[in-house]
């Protein structure tokens, strides 16, 4: 299973960015889909999770609100629209996928595949 992120870039502080993660070569596998990120410094943090076929994301709280998940089965391809994004969001943003179909927010342990990321930049 490989996974590609995109859709990365610079935006000021309030603005929108959506990012894609297409997912090929072996869809069947893929129970979850999860997208996260890592800013300079910091550790890897989940921010949502979804089932690759059926069910709702499930969002950390600090996204809660402002960024939405959703997935193209036809496409391959998970997205994540972010809206009033702040300075603190800025990041390098990774998707992963877990073989195993679980609900709600999952640790970075649980995914086995990882797209390359993408950095997000958000001025002040």
């Known amino acids: 299973v490989q996974l590609q992120a995109s859709g990365g870039g610079l935006v000021q502080a309030g603005g929108s960015l959506r990012l894609s993660c297409a997912v090929s070569?072996?869809?069947?596998?893929?129970?979850?889909v999860g997208w996260f990120r890592q800013a300079p410094g910091k550790e890897r943090e989940p921010l949502v999770s979804?089932?690759?076929?059926?069910?709702?994301?499930h969002y950390v709280d600090s996204v809660k609100s402002r960024f939405t998940i959703s997935r193209d089965n036809a496409k391959n391809t998970v997205y994540l629209q972010m809206h009033s994004l702040k300075p603190e969001d800025t990041a390098v943003y990774y998707c992963?996928?877990?073989?195993?179909?679980?609900?709600?927010?999952?640790?970075?342990?649980?995914?086995?595949?990882w797209g390359q990321g993408t950095q997000v930049t958000v001025s002040s």
């Open positions: 992963a996928a877990d073989p195993r179909r679980r609900v709600g927010i999952q640790p970075s342990s649980n995914y086995d595949y």
């Open positions: 979804i089932p690759w076929r059926g069910g709702i994301g």
């Open positions: 070569g072996g869809t069947i596998n893929i129970g979850t």
